[in-house]
């Protein structure tokens, strides 16, 4: 069962690990993400930093759904979900949709013909080469299909080419993309009439408000620094004249090329954020693209590590190569992975094999967490589906922050030993300052029907619960073994504290007075230096008769309750104005 949309509070339990937290209130109030020039965030939740693409679900229906996503987001794609946001005061950092690689807009549109005319006044009127922003076929091409597999084959197309094939003029033989969805030119990303024009463009974009509010920055698709992004495969043809008459997949230096268009657009948009859709690749190309911006956006990146027979430890290691250069990195969940699809894999440490697949995807995100830079977007469940229907509560679990970077944790070849199905394993460890990560990485596989083999039962340093999706705790382990790309997070039961709050009235005017409770309960081991910190309500002001010595600072009530012996219990109230 889900809990209610909305919480009031957020709890901070030092030194103390919380067992339980139930509040319940009319509204939910969990700060407000902030992200200033010098990229700094004031994260939502105490583990995670969130992102979603609004524009792969619907607006919300309804008010608890737009406050369940600003009360969720630290960073979105704003699509539809913009104004609905920006008239809200969310304190979400809403990214606009856009691409450099082509224009925006399909030239079967009048939009699109009216953006093509734009860029050649602008560059014509600079005194540079209109025909130059665009990629030309060399000789007559065929395209029947398009380069990434997840897009279906298309209506084949001919395009002339120049000069080598029949076209007539230079402008015959531009290069089109994306023919079954409608047909984009492929911009040639070094030209300086398509690198003036984009950040000319994209500037507007941000400066000029929608229905009165402005986008805060700039996420870009299909810049991932590899040619098959912009360019179908051809069935003929297929030489492209900017890069020596070679084939797409000869050509090398397109993400030179693109994050040379890059640096163009930022320098031109100055303090806000843009970040480039880098897709699943965890590459030297993709990675310069995103050092040229504010850092890289994945996508499918989960699934297409074991399609491109990579394991999860190389893109861990890419991420930090990201965050480390003070860029951001959006660890994106796939769509549709390996373990939802595969008949024989089994839920392992999870209740069922979803579940196993979203934590692959949230553990993999601690693993390479780095700071407050790396950000995790976790799949949609459909077009029309509300956030809060397939929000992972496990998100929201307070598991710390990271001790120190990963290691090595078990290894079949150190150990001697195999696995159920006779292979070989790897165990990464990853310490968190309220839990632990476990992970066994893709070694060496090639057989997907391993996905269930399991390695031995290995001892744990005390007694810990695997975290599911939803935000509860399994039964007490002391012992674990994990299948094939499987993650878990384990919090210890040895804690002491439980912590549950709520408050005396569900309904009040403005004016009126309500008390809140906070109730706490020692385990079975001392708890020492307890501080129980708890921000003021949101919609609530001047707080009183806070009870027990409590302190208010920066808007945060503080209580000190030193050392708390095994099984003691209390409480600690404030009262507050509703505004």
């Known amino acids: 069962m889900r809990k209610k949309l909305f919480l009031i509070g957020s709890l901070v339990f030092l030194l103390a690990i919380i067992g339980t937290a139930v509040y319940f209130i009319p509204k939910k109030q969990k700060g407000r993400a902030e992200i200033n020039p010098t990229g700094i965030v004031q994260p939502l939740f105490a583990s995670t930093i969130n992102f979603h693409s609004l524009n792969s679900i619907a607006p919300p229906a309804n008010e608890a759904e737009w406050q369940f996503e600003i009360s969720h987001l630290d960073m979105a794609i704003g699509s539809a979900h913009f104004e609905g946001l920006k008239s809200r005061g969310a304190g979400t950092y809403l990214f606009r949709y856009t691409i450099l690689t082509a224009p925006e807009n399909q030239l079967d549109t009048t939009a699109g013909q009216q953006e093509i005319d734009e860029m050649k006044t602008f560059c014509e009127g600079r005194g540079l080469n209109f025909e130059d922003a665009f990629l030309h076929y060399t000789d007559d091409t065929t395209i029947t299909q398009q380069s990434d597999p997840q897009y279906p084959s298309s209506t084949p197309l001919t395009i002339k080419g120049w000069p080598s094939g029949t076209a007539m003029q230079r402008s ?280 269930g083999s399991q390695t031995p039962q290995f001892s744990l340093d005390g007694n810990y619960k695997v975290l599911y999706p939803d935000g509860t705790l399994g039964s007490g382990i002391s012992q674990i073994g994990l299948s094939l790309s499987e993650g878990v997070v384990l919090v210890p039961t040895q804690a002491g504290l439980t912590l549950t709050k709520s408050v005396d009235k569900t309904q009040v005017v403005s004016g009126g007075i309500i008390t809140y409770t906070i109730t706490y309960t020692n385990g079975t081991s001392a708890s020492n230096n307890v501080v129980i910190t708890d921000p003021i309500p949101a919609g609530t002001s001047n707080p009183t008769a806070i009870s027990n010595g409590g302190t208010v600072s920066g808007g945060v009530i503080t209580w000190n309750l030193g050392n708390l012996s095994p099984g003691a219990s209390g409480s600690v109230t404030f009262k507050v104005t509703v505004n």
Not at 242 to 264: C, F, G, H, L, P
Not at 282 to 306: I, K, N, P, Q, Y
Not at 414 to 425: E, Q, R
């Open 172 to 451: 015959e033989s531009r290069v089109i993309f994306n023919v079954g969805y409608g047909k984009i030119y492929s911009l040639y990303t070094a030209s300086p009439c398509a690198q003036q024009y984009k950040a000319y463009r994209n500037k507007r974009h941000l400066t000029t408000p929608q229905n009165g509010y402005y986008w805060d920055g700039l996420y870009v698709d299909t810049f991932s620094g590899r040619p098959r992004d912009t360019l179908n495969v051809p069935s003929s043809g297929g030489h492209i004249v900017e890069y020596d008459n070679k084939t797409w997949d000869q050509i090398t230096n397109v993400a030179q090329d693109q994050a040379s268009m890059m640096r163009v657009v930022k320098s031109e948009i100055g303090a806000a954020l843009i970040l480039p859709n880098i897709a699943n690749y965890v590459d030297s190309g993709a990675r310069e693209v995103s050092l040229a911006a504010d850092g890289g956006s994945t996508e499918f990146l989960c699934a297409e590590l074991h399609r491109d027979g990579l394991g999860e430890k190389v893109a861990w290691d890419f991420a930090k190569s990201i965050t480390s250069q003070g860029k951001y990195f959006v660890w994106a969940q796939a769509e549709a992975d390996f373990e939802n699809n595969l008949p024989y894999v089994t839920p392992s440490n999870y209740r069922s094999i979803e579940e196993r697949h979203d934590m692959f995807a949230l553990t993999s995100y601690f693993m390479a967490k780095d700071s407050n830079k790396t950000i995790y977007a976790q799949r949609s469940k459909g077009w029309t589906v509300p956030l809060s229907t397939f929000w992972d509560e496990a998100r929201e679990y307070d598991i710390g922050q990271p001790v120190g970077d990963y290691y090595l944790w078990k290894d079949s070849a150190v150990l001697g030993n195999k696995d159920s199905a006779g292979l070989a394993y790897k165990i990464y460890r990853r310490d968190y300052t309220k839990g632990m990560i476990l992970f066994r990485t893709f070694v060496g596989w090639s057989d997907d029907t391993n996905f």
